[in-house]
């Protein structure tokens, strides 16, 4: 698996450890799905320079393709059974890379040379992407393509266990989240504003059992780490949050120039 850094990236010695590494700047943007995680992610990163991670995209990535070979039957939060041995390979087969857009504002996603942004944003493969989390090896898989982002560049990581997981020393942890209702409404809005149907009860229904499966998981819980800043979202706008999220990273030694 790889995932595509700047031009200006320093390029990786064969003989190093990953402790012995260079490490650059780190700051975790956690919470559930829908909190505007991805929001704040994008304009922190655009405003410092640094690569995004998508992490809940790499687990959605594992999720569709896991799906499209009949690991998973259909029905996003139809509790099944999954071949652990047989999807650690699928993932291991993975060839996937972040490439940012400027144009559109979001990142575009290539699995083994495939655009499969558009497939692995809908509520179904979200549901997908939680059942595979469950999978120790799975995360495992993950966990080292992702650490391995944080000795090319300055990174800001979107997930749902950034600092409590994968980077316990990161210079930066927020945990954003919102209610389950106010979540709803925005994918709902998101849904309609793109033309496409979009049933409240359903979606709401999903949220809920995908926080419920995501927090009581054995396997890194998602939780805020104690050192993080909490920030509910719930009656807030995106430009309210990114300035609070921004003024804490200030606080914590992050220089922006604008």
């Known amino acids: 698996m790889n995932v595509s850094t700047p031009d200006n990236a320093l390029p990786e010695s064969e003989n190093k450890s990953q402790d012995q590494r260079q490490r650059y700047p780190v700051i975790c943007i956690d919470g559930p799905s829908g909190a505007g995680k991805g929001t704040v992610t994008w304009r922190l990163a655009q405003a410092l320079g640094y690569q995004l991670l ?17 690991l998973i039957k ?10 652990g041995l047989k999807l650690l390979k699928l993932t291991q087969s993975l060839e996937i890379d972040f490439i940012p857009n400027n144009e559109s504002g979001r990142v575009d996603i290539l699995v083994n040379g495939e655009a499969v942004g558009e497939k692995v944003r809908n509520e179904t493969v979200g549901g997908y992407a939680s059942q595979v989390a469950v999978f120790p090896e799975v995360r495992t898989a993950l966990l080292k393509l992702q650490q391995d982002m944080a000795t090319r560049s300055g990174l800001v ?11 316990p ?6 945990f954003l989240t919102a209610s389950a209702k106010a979540r709803a409404e ?6 309609l504003n793109a033309g496409q149907e979009a049933d409240f009860e359903a979606i ?20 805020p780490a104690e050192d993080a800043l909490l920030l509910d979202s719930s009656v807030l706008d995106a430009d309210t949050v990114y300035h609070q999220v921004k003024k804490h990273c200030q606080e914590r030694g992050v220089f922006f120039d604008y």
């Open 169 to 174: 020393n990161a210079d930066v942890k927020v």
């Open 157 to 167: 990581a979107d997930g749902r266990d950034m600092g409590t997981v994968v980077f």
């Open 204 to 223: 709401f229904t999903t949220i809920k059992a995908r926080d419920a499966r995501d927090e009581n998981r054995t396997t890194a819980p998602s939780k």
């Open 74 to 83: 259909p029905g996003a939060d139809v509790e099944c059974e999954i071949d």
């Open 54 to 70: 998508d992490s809940g995209a790499l687990y959605r990535i594992v999720g569709l393709k896991a799906f499209e070979a009949g």
């Open 186 to 191: 925005r994918r709902v809005a998101q849904l």
